[in-house]
């Protein structure tokens, strides 16, 4: 699964204000659109204003045209006409609730790479943020699923509980009837033929989804997207002795410092640092 390509483009400022971001109709690419789009209008001057919904109008393509394509642009000229564009364009996310999901997924899994000039100190949070926002978004998709299962088992479970007062009454009625016939009073009526309906018994409601990855899952995914080749990643496992994203990224924001850093009588080589059982005969040696 590919990364999906931001569509939009911030491209060199021009005229007033810069030029207009562009869009495709990408739905998981409509929040930031609409931030920018906002933020575009906002640094017009008032006499230009008028002028952002069609200018917006024009820089839009694939699915995001074909929907505005048989419409007049002068439709969003005015004060106001790119809140009138915007409108038009915004996604029913009630439809594609899955899309923030999967960007989330694509973002953490095929995105978030170490930028070159990234230090680890950086690096970590930016990671964490991704990883947390995945958990938030899967999480809140797999409680949708869950909910939604839980509403049509709600329904089931009515549509049942009609059709159980209906057999209990036939089956009452059934026995009201042989009670009242049979020739012996005294004795009970055989009822062996007949079946007893069963109650049928509600759903439980889902509890909240706690989908998390193992963190040496994401340990690994951590080294890996830090730029680490196979044998740095080798290397760090033997050094600290776990896939612990934790445990890696302590070790990672140590080693990312100087390679090498030199106090009386102690050289701390690249890694070294992560060894955690030395570090404390290491203090004591600092003084």
């Given at each position: 699964m590919a990364r999906p390509t931001k569509y939009f483009e911030i491209r060199p400022l021009m005229g007033h204000g810069g030029a207009p971001p562009r869009y495709n109709g990408d739905i998981a690419l409509w929040p930031e659109y609409e931030a920018r789009a906002k933020g575009y209008a906002a640094g017009q001057k008032d006499e230009f204003l008028a002028l952002v919904g069609p200018e917006l109008y024009n820089e839009l393509y694939d699915t995001a045209w074909a929907r505005v394509k048989d419409l007049d642009p002068t439709t969003f000229r005015g004060t106001?006409?790119?809140?009138?564009?915007?409108?038009?364009?915004?996604?029913?996310?009630?439809?594609?609730?899955?899309?923030?999901?999967?960007?989330?997924?694509?973002?953490?899994?095929?995105?978030?790479?170490?930028?070159?000039?990234?230090?680890?100190?950086?690096?970590?949070?930016?990671?964490?943020?991704?990883?947390?926002?995945?958990?938030?978004?899967v999480r809140q998709?797999?409680?949708?699923?869950?909910?939604?299962?839980?509403?049509?088992?709600?329904?089931?479970?009515?549509?049942?509980?009609?059709?159980?007062?209906?057999?209990?009454?036939?089956?009452?009625?059934?026995?009201?009837?042989?009670l009242l016939n049979q020739e012996e009073p005294e004795e009970?009526?055989?009822?062996?033929?007949?079946?007893?309906?069963?109650?049928?018994?509600?759903?439980?409601?889902?509890?909240?989804?706690?989908?998390?990855?193992?963190?040496?899952?994401?340990?690994?995914?951590?080294?890996?997207?830090?730029?680490?080749?196979?044998?740095?990643?080798?290397?760090?496992?033997?050094?600290?002795?776990?896939?612990?994203?934790?445990?890696?990224?302590?070790?990672?924001?140590?080693?990312d410092q100087e390679h090498a850093t030199v106090v009386p009588h102690v050289t701390i080589n690249l890694f070294q640092r992560c060894d955690f059982s030395n570090w404390r005969t290491l203090m004591i040696q600092m003084g």
């Open positions: 106001g006409g790119h809140l009138r564009l915007l409108d038009l364009l915004r996604p029913d996310f009630s439809k594609y609730p899955h899309s923030q999901a999967g960007e989330a997924v694509d973002e953490l899994f095929y995105g978030l790479a170490r930028l070159r000039s990234e230090d680890a100190m950086s690096y970590v949070p930016r990671f964490n943020t991704g990883l947390s926002k995945m958990l938030t978004q998709e797999e409680d949708r699923e869950a909910t939604k299962d839980f509403n049509q088992a709600r329904t089931d479970y009515s549509i049942k509980m009609v059709e159980f007062r209906q057999a209990s009454t036939e089956y009452n009625e059934e026995v009201t009837r042989r009970p009526p055989d009822l062996a033929d007949l079946v007893q309906p069963v109650r049928p018994v509600a759903p439980a409601k889902p509890p909240s989804s706690t989908f998390t990855l193992p963190s040496s899952i994401s340990g690994r995914l951590f080294l890996r997207k830090f730029g680490y080749s196979r044998e740095q990643r080798a290397h760090v496992y033997r050094t600290v002795g776990s896939w612990k994203l934790q445990d890696l990224q302590e070790c990672v924001k140590m080693s």
